[in-house]
């Protein structure tokens, strides 16, 4: 893997499939150097052949005793990232139909959401304090601006991910770090790809990385997309009883 003077350099996560793939793929046509982390290579292993500038590094973000390893292999490409775009994630549903739903999803979610969120943030803020201004992304999604069915540990682990990254955003300011939280809509990946229930607005990986590409240049605090759906979500936060009234359920009637 070899680096011109002046190239770029990014770390993305969750970087096998979906978004992340797609995300990979816009920094390597806009000439970045990249290094992409997730459990297994997936999608990247033709990439890889075809990239000089493209490297896997892998890492389970759920495990913090692989947080050292990782660095030291990113310090083994590069003395510094411009960028790192930590976007890992899963999905579950929880089902209250159930008297007993799988409440140990909420840990299993978390683990890699939130706390995978922060022990990648622990991998690579040495790197990103050593570029003369270092960008940390996160991402989060558009399920934190209204209540979703089911989504009880999906929401909360992406609204803490959302408020992890507003308080970095203030403490990481001395450093010249700039933060910015992303909240995609309904983007077609393997994540989504398993939901039964309508998905408004549903766009491409690939539409959703250019957007999210783009918008990363001008380090906004936040960027959430598409607008349509941002629209709908404020109405469901401004006006609860009509968005409840919307998503759930009637009530169970006791003959
Ligand atoms: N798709 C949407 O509509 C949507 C909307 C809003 C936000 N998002 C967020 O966007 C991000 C990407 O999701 P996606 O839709 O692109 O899903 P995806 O295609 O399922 O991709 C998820 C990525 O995360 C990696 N990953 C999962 N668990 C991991 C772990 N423990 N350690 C390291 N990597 C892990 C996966 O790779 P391995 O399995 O190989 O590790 C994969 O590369 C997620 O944070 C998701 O919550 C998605």
New binding site residues.
């Given amino acids: 893997m070899s680096q011109s003077a002046k190239q770029q350099t990014v770390w993305i996560?969750?970087?096998?499939?979906?978004?992340?793939?797609s995300l990979t793929k816009q920094y390597l046509d806009a000439g970045w150097r990249v290094f992409a982390?997730?459990?297994?290579?997936?999608e990247l292993t033709a990439l890889i052949e075809t990239h000089h500038n493209l490297a896997f590094v892998p890492?389970?973000?759920?495990?913090s005793q692989q947080v050292e390893k990782v660095r030291e292999l990113l310090s083994e490409f590069t003395d510094h990232l411009d960028c790192a775009v930590l976007?890992?994630?899963?999905?579950e549903y929880l089902d209250m139909t159930e008297d007993h739903p799988d409440w140990n999803m909420m840990d299993r979610v978390m683990?890699?959401?939130f706390f995978?969120l922060v022990n990648s943030v622990d991998v690579c803020l040495p790197l990103l304090k050593k570029a003369p201004r270092g960008h940390l992304v996160g991402?989060?999604?558009?399920?934190v601006q209204a209540a979703f069915p089911q989504a009880e540990a999906?929401g909360a682990s992406?609204a803490a991910a959302r408020y992890f990254l507003s308080s970095l955003r203030v403490d990481l300011k001395p450093f010249n770090i700039d933060v910015t939280c992303?909240?995609?809509?309904?983007?077609?990946?393997?994540?989504?790809q398993k939901n039964t229930f309508p998905?408004p607005f549903?766009m491409s990986?690939d539409e959703?990385a250019k957007r999210m590409f783009r918008a990363l240049a001008s380090r906004p605090y936040e960027f959430a997309f598409p607008k349509r759906l941002s629209t709908m979500l404020w109405a469901g936060r401004h006006f609860p009883k009509w968005w409840l009234g919307m998503l759930a359920p009637k009530e169970n009637t006791k003959d």
């Fill in positions: 996560t969750g970087a096998s499939s979906g978004i992340g793939f982390s997730a459990r297994s290579q997936g890492f389970d973000v759920a495990q976007n890992a994630g899963t999905c683990s890699v959401n995978g991402v989060s999604s558009q399920a999906y992406k992303l909240l995609p809509g309904f983007v077609d990946t393997p994540l989504t998905m549903l990986s959703a």
